[in-house]
């Protein structure tokens, strides 16, 4: 049933401000996040290991930045399908964490399987608990996305963050790098994201009209540094496979190192950037395209606006957000221009030529 709503995408898009808000209340308790430490004892832990597919794996890659700077925990991330033929040596002390939305991903469970006597323990973060992923792992966590039907990953994305940020947080408080006083001002905020993402929501004409243009596009380049990186990436899987539209994403400071060469009038370029400790490097960036014909579409909040200066071809403004919880309420944005990107163009919205729901075959 998609209550009103167009497109199932459509549906589950809106539904996150709730979706996340019971799922945050699933896991916390006060201050008190309800991961059991006797399954997940992260004073215990010299690394993790985190495997994915798809927007999952765009999940695990914030993720990295979470643990790393938060909790000072190594990371690494692979795609599934290299991480499994390439039989890395996982050493003991190494949690091995495994992301997926059905539970069912061929390659992502053949790579749990390949942990399986390697890893001091396996985690999963589904969406459905009964999925093979969830029974193969000693410690299962529910992202409590609900059903997601629409073939592009949406409310699963944002939920899959969200647990992992969960977890970044229990381990940088265990591992005694955020006080009870930092951990308890996070949790705070990712209190109030609901509401900045109802908030984003209401902005979603600002969105309609920049996809309008951007679907006019044959090429599209999305750039993002920090936390926006993955965003980025994110924003141009959505983009390319429910539109058809080809886009590329980069790490913005990589954009001279190739990609610009790629730059005229015709591709727009999409900058995820809210006004962070990294801005001002993204504002040169930004003029580096301009300066060649580019047409830039920003994505930032009202401080980010004021500063980027004239030239800007279109601006999303979002509502200010803590940085850390900057890539939940920068999906939005990257599943919006998407979905409105591929109802300008007419295509088949919740299914997508060639794709599946579920990829059970590698
Ligand atoms: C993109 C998308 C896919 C999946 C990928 C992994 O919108 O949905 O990239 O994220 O196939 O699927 P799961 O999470 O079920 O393992």
Redesign the pocket.
Known sequence: DKAGYKHFMAKEIAEQPTVLADALSAYLDGDRIEIPATALDFTKVDRLVLV??????YACLTAKYWFEKLARLPVEVDVASEFRYREPPVLPGTVALF???????AD?LAALRYCRDKADSIVSVVNVETSSIARESDLALPIHAGVEIG???TK?FTCQLNVLLLLAIKAASERGHMDAADKAALLTQLRALPGLFNATLDRDGTMEAAAQKIAEARDVLFLGRGLMYPIAYEGA??LK?ISYIHAEAYASGELKHGPIALIDKTVPVIVMAPHDGLFDKTVSNMQEVMARGGKICLVTDARGAAEAGEGVWQVITLPEVDDRLAPLLYALPAQLLAYHAAVAKGTDVDQPRNLA???TVE
């Open positions: 994915a597919c798809g927007t999952a794996y992301v997926s939305q059905s539970g069912e991903t992502t073939v592009a990953s699963a899987l959505k496979e729901k579920s990829v």
